[in-house]
Every structure is written in C-alpha cells, then in structure tokens.
C-alpha cells in the first residue's frame, strides 16, 4: 500500500465518522444544486448544450498541436511573452525568475488551480517573494497554511466563526459573525495590496486558439485587479485549457457558472490579448503567458482517457459526489480533489501511488451525469482499476483468484468448502471484528451475514423428494 | 560524440509530445449515444442556451430583468438630463465626493452637467487617486440581453481599472447597443477592432460577489458593490 493510499485511508475513516462535518458540507452544498436546476432548465436544452460542448473540446485537444500553435502566435505578434514549460520545475523557475529580474517586491494572486498544481507560492517564498491571495477562499486557506479544500469553493469547509477567529488571531479585526462584515474586513486588507503590488499572478479558464487571448472567470473582481494594477502580470495556462473559437465562450461562459456553481453566468469574465496597448490608459507593462505541461501529454497519450483533458474545472463532479461528500475534499491528498482528481491525478502523479483513487467510488455515475463536458468519469475510474493490476499484477491477487476459479468449477470442492465455511461461521463469530479476525478488514466496520443453513442444492434436491 | 544534434526548444519538445499523442485516435464523444448521428456542431449552440426574444424592446425588458435579477440597478432615461439628474440623487444619497471617468461623447454630456470633481483615467492616473474616487462613470461596448450582462473593453471603459476599482460603477450606454445574446456581442467587437484588439475585454454581470463564507451571497467583494446602468435612446 502506498504512503499516499494509507493517508487517504486514515483521513478518510476520520471524517467519514465526522457527522458535524458531513452535515455541514451537505448543508453548504443544497442551495447549490437548487440554483443549478434552476438555472439549468431555463436552458433550451441543457442536453444538446452538452453535447455540443463535449465536441468543441474534442476539436481542441485532438488538435492540440495546431491551436497551441496559433494561440502562442497570436499573442506574442502584440506583445506578449510566451513561455513554453514542459514540466512544474520549469514553469516555477520562469515565474520566479521574471520576479527576480524585475526586482518585484510583492506579487498578488488571483486564484489558479494550476498554480496549485506547480507549488508555485512555496518557490516563490523560497526565492523571497511575499505572495499573497486575492480571492476571498484562497485568503483564507492561506491565512490558515492549509490547501483548498475545493478546486472551486477553497473555504466551503469552514464556519464563520472559525473565519472569524482566523482574522482575529491573524489580522487583529473584531470578531463578528457577519459574513458581510468578514468579506469586508478582507476587501481592506487586499485594496492596499493591489494598490502597491508590481506583479500579478492568475490561472486561466480558456485559452482562445483564434484571437490568442485568455479568458478568466471569477465573481470577486480580484482578478480582474489582479490584472490591472501591477506592472507584471503572469498568467499560468494548462496546455488543454484551449478553446479554437471565440465565439465558443458564448456557450462555455454559461455552462461553466451554471454547472460549477448555479449562476446563470459568473460576475466577471474577462479577455486578455496582451500587455497595454498604445493608447491604452492602464494595465501591465509586461505580459507572460506560461503555456503548462506537467504531463497532460501522457494523459493524451491513453486515447481512451483522453476526453479527461476537456474538463473545464467546474467542480460539478465533486459537488455531487457520494465519496466526495464523506470524505471531503483533503482527503484526497490532491490539487484537484472528486471524481475528476481520481482520473487525472494517477495520469498526472504516477499510478501505483494515486490508484486507491480510482477503488474511492461507488461507481454511481453521478459524475458522468452532471459534467458539462460529457467526460465519461465513472468508466475512467474502471480503466484506472484495470491499468493498475496490468501495469503490477499482485501475485497474491492471482493465487487467489485462480483457487477461486479452481474451485467454482468443481461442485464437489465448492459444496465442501460451503460446508466447511458453514462450520466454521460460529467460530468466527467469537472473534468478530477483532485482530484474531480473518475477515477483520470487512467486519471492523461491516457485520457478515449468515450462511445459508442449507445450501440451495440442498433444499432443490429435498423440495423435489417431497 | 556523432552529429552535432540541435538541442531542442521547450516549444518543440512539449509540440513533439502531443504529435507523439494523437497518433492514435480517440473516440468521438458525438457517437457515444447514438451511432451515426450528425455533429452536435452542426447546429448554433444559440439554440440550446437560455431563449432571447427577436424585438429590441424585448431585449430591452429582458436585459433589465436579468441585471436585475443579478443585483444591478436598471433605468432606461429619456436625454442626457434625465441621467444626470438620477446620478445627482445617487451622488448625495452616497456622498460622493470625487467620481473616476474617461472622455467620452456620453460620459462628457452626463459629467458637464453633475459638476463633481473628477480624476480623467484617458492619460494615465494615480492609482491612490482613482482608488478614493465614489463611482466610476464609463461607457461599454454591449448591454447583453441573454445574461444580464455588461460588456466593456480598455478604450470604452476607460482602461481595466475603472470599472471595477470605484465602490459604485456607471454604466451609460444606448439602445443600439443592446444586443441578444453573448455570440453577437462577441461578434460585434471583432467585426469593430479586426487586428487592433483592446488588450481587455470583459463582461460584467452585476456587481462584484462572493460565496465564499457558508456559501452565503455577499456583494462587494474587490470590486463595486453597486452597478447602475443607465440606458439612453
């Protein structure tokens, strides 16, 4: 078993017994799924959009090579810098190194799972950088040195007056349980930090191939400030973040704030084609675009997952998730938490470490349901399963499973060890549960049911006699 | 050692690993339902996403309605006059002292007429300076019916800052301007800059919120807490 799957089981069996916290996270979620029905049905048809989306995303990650191409050209004909980073070392050294040649003294951030991804905010404060959160989640998963617990609601974990202590120990505000009041008190801190930061971090939502633009989606409008203010802005871009067309967000813009979270359209959604222009009032003198690999080549590579690289992070996988909901987003031990983190993370980290993943599931299919992408998550999780035992087959595993076959296919074996299972049931029911268990890793927290007293063989042959 | 070989780019090492990748096919989502069934592509996504009315004044009711709905104030004025007046009651309502603008056919009518001092974003500012400002008064480039939303660019908003660092942002615009859906929209700004693309483009769909904090609505969270769009024929 691995480091990872051992840490995934024990925080897993924690919170699992947390009631508080399960009743929490179920309360935090309902007035999200009545607002995404709502929201949904005044689609005129939520399904064909779907579909539609599904095949926009297919067009750009099966042709990759060609939109990455266009996308990177466009934007460096006015002005921008494109750096191209096949792994997290690289794209880090790049930021930090534009940091340090720029003599930055404090960078902002506007939220990016990406950047999650890479541990950019610790090379950053390795190099001696102050780096600090602009969205409201962010902030406070990074006042309390934890990571997000949701790849879209960071802080959906924590109660108000858990926030509310956190400013108090940490910022020196007054207590309150306001949420207005809470926001406000971080909306003051971070309007001195805009003012004065040279250099502005943020993710990317869609790469736009045809005009070589990003676009960003957010409510708060730190993004949008993140990326007016400071003299540098640098925005980290997942190579399959691409979108051919424009006029492609005219669907996407939508789908991705009623899917991730039960908005007909998200308060800010904003382009960006280059540093100013001429002309141009305001905005960054210098514009680096850092274009990501990281290994989503090698999900690429497996044609069969490959539709997992259209996923837009909208989060509508987690959000209705049975696995998600009970074992919360830190269990998982990755930057993209759910049923889409199970997926891609073994792809993305190594498989033998990250396959416990894809055994976290019911197999529901819940998943498969809501994704706006139509990515076939469920089956996904299956051919993880199956490439794991391929890839390193357990000979224990294989021992087993040959006795097993031996045995069905011999009635007399399989009616003796019936009999003898049978026998033996009384005695195990004396040790139940405990170490002297050999059926401890079931019954620690599940009862085994009874045999049969007679076997149905048994009572066929006897019913047919009378 | 043999040929001097050239040491590859970044560009060309992660292009050589996606060629690499797609050599082999993946299946295409369009079938997985039901073989042989046509593109979804075939068909404008328009005609899945929320309805638009055809009439003008039907996009009009329907834009007031979703702004609304999103939290931002409506009000379709008859001149110049009318505006001003209306902002002269939310000027002393909220105590403004100083407002943000650039120069503009509208935004010059409607600011000669409120007389308040103002900082002019059009050749560069003080960020302190526009920071204090009350409200931010600016143009835009399209009033989307479909979303509720405001669509505004670097030179018809004043720059990037604008329209979101002022506590309350002033949105003027005309009846042409509104315009169904987001396809339209975006398709009217390329038609207009072609090559000469503004560096920022962005859609504003009420005032600035968060969710943050128990999943409860807060408005105002960096950005305006109040957007009031002010339409004139």
């Known amino acids: 078993m691995s480091v990872q799957s051992k840490e995934f089981n024990e925080s897993a069996t924690r919170y699992t017994a947390d009631l508080t916290h399960r009743g929490w996270i179920q309360k935090a979620l309902a007035g999200y799924y009545v607002k995404r029905d709502e929201f949904r049905n005044r689609y005129q048809s939520w399904p064909e959009a779907r579909k539609v989306a599904a095949e926009v995303k297919w067009e750009a990650v099966n042709h990759l090579d060609r939109y990455l191409e266009e996308f990177a050209s466009k934007l460096e004909a006015r002005g921008t810098k494109v750096f191209w980073a096949p792994s997290a070392k690289e794209a880090r050294e790049y930021i930090v190194d534009v940091a340090r040649q720029n003599k930055v003294r404090s960078i902002i951030k506007s939220k990016s799972m990406t950047a999650e991804e890479i541990h950019l905010n610790d090379a950053l404060e390795e190099a001696g950088f102050e780096v600090v959160e602009s969205d409201l989640g962010e902030y406070i998963v990074q006042l309390r040195q934890e990571p997000p617990y949701h790849l879209v609601f960071p802080a959906m974990h924590l109660t108000r007056k858990q926030i509310s202590d956190l400013f108090h120990d940490k910022l020196g505000s007054e207590p309150t349980n306001n949420p207005e009041d809470l926001t406000m008190i971080a909306r003051a801190v971070m309007r001195k930090k805009y003012c004065e930061a040279d250099m502005g971090i943020s993710g990317t939502n869609f790469a736009i191939a045809e005009t070589g633009m990003i676009s960003i989606t957010e409510n708060e409008g730190n993004a949008r400030l993140t990326t007016s203010l400071p003299k540098i802005h640098v925005a980290i871009v997942g190579i399959e973040k691409i979108l051919p067309k424009l006029s492609d967000l005219a669907l996407f813009l939508p789908m991705l704030a009623t899917a991730g979270a039960g908005q007909p359209i998200t308060c800010y959604n904003t382009l960006y084609g280059g540093p100013r222009q001429p002309g141009e009032p305001d905005g960054p003198q210098e514009f680096h675009v850092v274009l990501l690999d990281n290994r989503r080549t090698e999900l690429l590579a497996d044609a069969e997952q490959r539709d997992a690289l259209h996923c837009i992070r909208c989060g509508a996988c987690l959000n209705v998730c049975p696995i998600f909901k009970n074992v919360g987003g830190h269990s998982y031990g990755t930057t993209y938490q759910g049923p889409i983190g199970s997926v891609i993370t073994p792809h993305l980290r190594g498989l033998q470490e990250w396959k416990h993943l894809s055994s976290a599931s019911s197999l529901c299919g819940a998943c498969t349901e809501v994704c706006p992408v139509k990515i076939n998550l469920h089956h996904h999780l299956l051919h993880n399963r199956r490439n794991a035992i391929h890839e390193h087959f357990s000979p224990f595993e294989k021992i087993f499973q040959q006795g097993m076959t031996f045995m069905m296919r011999h009635p007399g074996l399989y009616k003796f060890a019936a009999q003898m299972g049978r026998l033996a049931q009384p005695l195990q029911r004396l040790v139940s549960g405990t170490v002297l268990d050999p059926l401890r890793p079931w019954t620690k927290t599940r009862s085994f049911p009874s045999l049969a007293k007679k076997s149905f063989r048994q009572q066929w042959a006897e019913r047919k006699k009378s | ?233």
């Open chain 2, 1 to 233: 050692m043999g040929g001097a070989k050239e040491i590859m780019t970044n560009r060309e090492i992660i292009l050589g690993r996606i060629r690499e990748a797609l050599k082999i096919a993946a299946p295409h989502p369009a079938f997985h339902d039901e073989p042989g069934e046509a593109s979804p592509l075939a068909v404008s996504p328009e005609k899945w996403l929320p309805p638009v009315a055809q009439s003008l004044d039907q996009q009009i009711e329907l834009f007031q309605k979703n702004a609304e709905d999103l939290r931002a104030e409506f009000r379709a004025c008859a001149n110049v006059s009318e505006v001003a007046q209306h902002l002269k009651t939310l000027a002393s309502a909220g105590g403004w002292k100083k407002i943000g603008r650039h120069s503009g056919e509208l935004t010059d009518a409607v600011a000669r007429e409120l007389g308040l001092p103002e900082v002019l974003t059009d050749n560069g500012y003080a960020v302190n300076d526009l920071e204090s400002c009350d409200a931010a008064l600016t143009g835009c480039e399209a009033l989307v019916a479909q979303t509720g939303s405001v669509m505004v660019s670097a030179p018809s908003a004043g720059g990037r800052a604008l329209s979101v660092l002022p506590p309350h942002h002033i949105v003027l615009a005309r009846r042409n301007q509104v315009v169904p859906d987001l396809s339209v929209a975006l398709q009217r700004v390329q038609e207009k800059y072609q090559d000469k693309f503004p560096s920022m483009l962005s859609f504003i769909s009420g005032p600035s919120r968060t969710g943050d904090i128990e999943r409860i609505l807060v408005l105002g969270a960096h950005g305006p807490k109040k957007l009031t769009i002010l339409l004139l024929p």
